[in-house]
């Protein structure tokens, strides 16, 4: 089993920028990959970002060029650097993590609300 804990999420004025932080417990060497995603009232969850063990990144296209996600392997954490938010990323994040990106993710956490402002 794997844990998952966000924090950071908040509310920021359009514009700003906010830094996600995901710390994983448990059974950690299981996991091939860490992912960020987010869902808004009314609308299906959605990756935002994802890391793999071997550092691969890869990012939505609402949010590339805007967001960062990084790994400290030492802290087993997981961060989401998002910069010049829009009130459209207004929604709930969550952390998830994979043993195998192929099969989808296994583990959840509960999740940090973020909104934007206009």
């Known amino acids: 089993q794997v844990q998952l804990v966000e924090s950071g999420g908040g509310l920021v004025q359009a514009g700003g920028s906010l830094r996600l932080s995901c710390a994983a417990s448990g059974s950690i060497s299981s996991i091939s990959a860490l992912g960020w995603h987010r869902q808004a009232p009314g609308k299906a969850r959605e990756v935002v970002s994802s890391i793999t063990s071997g550092g691969i990144t890869s990012y939505a296209a609402s949010v590339k060029g805007r967001f960062t996600i990084s790994r400290d392997n030492a802290k087993r954490t997981v961060y989401l650097e998002m910069n010049s938010l829009k009130p459209e990323d207004t929604a709930v994040y969550y952390c998830?993590?994979?043993?195998?990106?192929?099969?989808?993710?296994?583990?959840w956490g509960q999740g940090t609300q973020v909104t934007v402002s206009s």
């Open positions: 998830a993590a994979a043993r195998s990106l192929l099969r989808g993710y296994d583990y």
